[in-house]
């Protein structure tokens, strides 16, 4: 257990719809991000967060947005959702100014029918 | 298991042999790099790190070689063993950038035969 919790594991959907990933940092991390590990482009950057501010944004779309709440938990919100975002998405967390504390979560994977 | 990428480059490696998985990355102003282990139906797991100042760094059975010139990183695990079998990747950042976000490479699928 890497101390990252993601929820759901797993999320099927349609075309079209809005889903929630929630991600929650280990304990005294004050930063989370957001990947997108996909079969054809492979582990992209979308969205950092830091003790609730947007810190740095990577090739996030316009129909997904994120947010970290006072509890420093995260969620990515995906909107309008198309075929191929069917993806893994990974949340990692680190307590800022070491890397040897970014720890990646187990991911959900999104299905969208 | 899950399947991370249909299309990675495959490394087979007889069991206790050592491996060599390369890496050439994109940015010259990088100055971080990390090797990551993903195993199936898991996250992206720390095997080591390198900064551009220098060359070499030696963990438990692994090294990480990097050539700043060619832009290129390798990973060397030493007697290979099953439990080894998984996708590495390796990711890079520049610092400069002012975030810890990280620019992951392709990855290699290292399968171990027993």
């Known amino acids: 257990d890497s101390g990252v919790t993601q929820t759901p594991k797993h999320l099927i959907t349609a075309t079209g719809q809005r889903v929630t990933l929630r991600c929650s940092p280990r304990s005294g991390d004050l930063s989370v991000y957001w990947y997108q590990q996909s079969l054809d482009q492979g582990l992209q950057f979308l969205i950092q967060?830091?003790?609730?501010?947007?810190?740095a944004k990577g090739n996030i779309l316009e129909r997904f947005s994120a947010q970290q709440f006072p509890d420093l938990h995260s969620e990515l919100n995906l909107s309008s959702l198309e075929l191929g975002d069917s993806a893994l998405y990974f949340c990692?967390?680190?307590?800022?100014?070491?890397?040897?504390?970014?720890?990646f979560g187990s991911g959900t994977r999104l299905t969208v029918v | 298991g899950e399947s991370v990428g249909l299309h990675l480059p495959t490394l087979s490696v007889q069991e206790g042999d050592n491996s060599i998985i390369n890496c050439a990355y994109s940015n010259s102003a990088s100055d971080y790099f990390i090797w990551y282990k993903q195993e199936s139906g898991k996250g992206p797991q720390f095997i080591i790190d390198?900064?551009?100042?220098?060359d070499k760094r030696q963990g438990q059975r692994v090294t990480v070689l990097l050539n700043k010139t060619v832009k290129h990183l390798s990973l060397q695990i030493a007697a290979t063993q099953p439990g080894d079998s998984a996708v590495y990747f390796c990711?890079?950042?520049?610092?400069?950038?002012?975030?810890?976000?990280?620019?992951f490479g392709k990855g290699t699928k290292l399968s171990v035969i027993p």
């Open positions: 967060y830091y003790n609730g501010e947007e810190r």
């Open positions: 390198i900064r551009s100042n220098m």
């Open positions: 990711a890079e950042n520049h610092s400069g950038a002012g975030s810890y976000q990280l620019t």
């Open positions: 990692a967390s680190s307590p800022e100014g070491n890397f040897y504390g970014y720890t």
